[in-house]
């Protein structure tokens, strides 16, 4: 009888452990969710990650990517991430106002000349340093990934600034692109992403702003007769994950993750201007939207018009950051 017993609890002691051992094999899952389209510059660098990660850590880790808001959209998806529904976000830098003001600084007007300043900035210390800004609240900062410059589009020709008075303008939830439309007299509409097409279409909204991957994989040319290169801002991406996620994991997994997104992050980089690029000669080709080119002088004048709002955020993104990132253009 007590062989019995021995025997049982021996068994039992062993099924458990084959229990615990199999769960601790199961791999890591790591949902990556975002709004956009796969063929972006975001949404080829998550599948890219996806590969990557998949490949070094087979059968530790195991990545699943939710394009354009399929998961979670733009108002839900940094709740999601601080809940732990999702473990990895590449939300714009336009998000971030309500947990680090400092990072309004990518939304400021006509700050960066092109791609390659706001490379030098983000790579340097104080772009290194606000991706750590948010970790009291539990978000860590990975990377910065291009998208590109941001380009107008409206139901009317916008050449000068006066031509936008009076349009209402779909933004991000950002402060700052309140004030930028505000500052030529046009009336901001705060939407999310993927209502934009429908909002266009319907005149909820008479324009937008955004990159030329972004128009065209969304087609918006379809609804925006007239777009102008005006290359007025940045739209870039923070891949961010929850803190206590990230910390958490097994540090040879961690560490690996991190070489892939240096390696995902590079290829990201390199790419986005070519699809931007590519997708602006679509929008061209397709002959339903015009696009306009400002002269130095109309493009200057623009600049004017939105640059007092940097005057405006100054206390909260400082001085010495704005000064930073000025000076990024010039290197």
């Not at 956009?36 to 087979?58: C, H, I, M, S």
């Not at 590449?90 to 309004?104: G, V």
């Not at 340093?129 to 978000?139: D, Q, T």
């Not at 002959?287 to 200057?300: D, F, H």
Request: hydrophobic letters at 45%; a neutral charge; aromatic letters at 8%.
């Amino acid at each position: 009888m007590l062989m019995k017993t021995t025997l049982k609890a021996l068994a039992c002691a062993l099924s458990l452990t084959a229990a615990g051992l199999a769960q601790a094999a199961e791999p890591v899952t790591i949902k990556f969710a975002h709004v956009v389209a796969d063929n972006t510059p975001k949404g080829q660098g998550a599948l890219l990650f996806k590969k990557l990660a998949e490949e070094r850590l087979p059968g530790k880790v195991k990545v699943e990517v939710y394009p354009n808001s399929s998961l979670f959209g733009d108002g839900k998806e940094m709740e999601a991430l601080l809940l732990g529904d999702v473990q990895m976000l590449a939300p714009s830098l336009a998000k971030f106002e309500h947990y680090a003001k400092a990072i309004q600084i990518f939304d400021l007007p006509f700050l960066f000349d092109d791609l390659a300043a706001a490379d030098r900035f983000q790579s340097g210390p104080q772009g290194k340093a606000l991706l750590k800004a948010m970790e009291g609240k539990n978000i860590t900062g990975l990377a910065y990934w291009h998208n590109g410059m941001k380009q107008l589009s409206a139901n009317k020709p916008l050449r000068e600034p006066k031509d936008a008075r009076g349009l209402k303008f779909r933004v991000q939830a950002s402060a700052v692109l309140e004030e930028q439309f505000k500052a030529v007299r046009a009336n901001p509409r705060k939407m999310s992403f993927a209502e934009v097409y429908q909002g266009l279409q319907t005149g909820v909204v008479n324009g937008t702003e955004n990159t030329w991957s972004n128009y065209e994989s969304q087609k918006v040319h379809e609804v925006q007769p007239y777009m102008t290169a005006s290359d007025h801002g940045l739209i870039d991406y923070m891949v961010i994950t929850n803190t206590s996620f990230w910390n958490g994991l097994p540090s040879d997994v961690r560490s690996e993750l991190e070489a892939v997104l240096e390696e995902v992050t590079a290829e990201v980089n390199r790419q986005a201007d070519a699809l931007n690029q590519q997708a602006r000669q679509a929008i061209a080709a397709s002959g339903k939207s015009e696009i306009i080119e400002l002269t130095p002088a109309q493009r200057a004048e623009w600049r004017e018009a939105m640059k007092p709002v940097w005057k405006k955020f100054e206390n909260d993104i400082g001085a010495e950051m704005i000064q930073a990132a000025q000076a990024a253009n010039q290197q």
